[in-house]
């Protein structure tokens, strides 16, 4: 069974600090992952996603993520936060494509930017 | 041209009562899923559907069924609604290869009362 954890639960920043969002899976096979974006009152959004490839994924609005197999990590970075980052973040995990995988999710950081 | 949509936005309804939830998707995909978002923010997968094979989290009770009309509908249906059921209900859909990620709708607020 694969699951995701995500390990700060609420993260508060002030504008311009540097974020990094730790997540850790458990699947024993390949896996992709992917980081969604759940601004306030709205569904969620996909930030960037890794399938395979260079293990550092750029995605929108300047977020980035690195995967590391050996620590069985994708950890969500960005070098300087704005106000409008305010948001939950989740990431996610799926065995390989094409089957038929359920997707799962971790639970989520809420993240405050302070202007 | 909203690539999923679903209606209603937001549904109150009364303990024991039948509802459902719709949900379209103009994106050409093949898989679409029904998630349930709690008051904590968590997702957990309800189901995923193609137009060959429905997987059910086994943890959701078989009082929620989904129908499926065609490969671009899938609709919740939920039966005697309970307290516990109030949450937000996220339809997404994907490709079969899932290789685009997943495209969520806007959410269906439900308010068991």
């Known amino acids: 069974a694969q699951s995701v954890s995500q390990h700060n639960h609420h993260v508060i920043l002030s504008e311009a600090a540097s974020l990094e969002l730790g997540c850790n899976y458990s699947y024993g096979g390949t896996v992709n992952l992917f980081w969604y974006v759940q601004y306030p009152g709205q569904h969620l959004q996909l930030l960037l996603k890794y399938f395979s490839g260079d293990p550092l994924v750029k995605g929108i609005k300047g977020f980035e993520a690195e995967f590391i197999k050996s620590k069985f990590s994708f950890n969500l970075r960005k070098p300087s936060v704005q106000w409008s980052d305010t948001a939950e973040y989740f990431c996610?995990?799926?065995?390989?494509?094409?089957?038929?995988?359920?997707?799962?999710f971790g639970r989520g950081t809420s993240l405050i930017v302070h202007p | 041209d909203t690539a999923v949509s679903q209606t209603p936005k937001y549904l109150v309804t009364q303990m024991g009562n039948d509802k459902s939830i719709k949900c379209e998707q103009n994106?050409?995909?093949?898989?679409m899923y029904w998630y349930k978002q709690d008051s904590k923010k968590f997702l957990k997968i309800m189901f995923s559907y193609n137009n060959k094979e429905l997987i059910i989290n086994e943890t959701v009770p078989n009082r929620f069924s989904p129908k499926s009309p065609d490969k671009a509908h899938l609709n919740l249906h939920i039966n005697s609604l309970e307290l516990g059921d109030s949450a937000v209900y996220f339809c997404?859909?994907?490709?079969?290869?899932?290789?685009?990620?997943?495209?969520f709708g806007s959410g269906t607020r439900l308010t068991v009362v």
């Open positions: 994106l050409g995909h093949d898989t």
């Open positions: 997404a859909s994907s490709l079969a290869d899932r290789s685009g990620g997943y495209t």
């Open positions: 996610a995990v799926m065995g390989p494509l094409g089957g038929s995988y359920i997707p799962t």
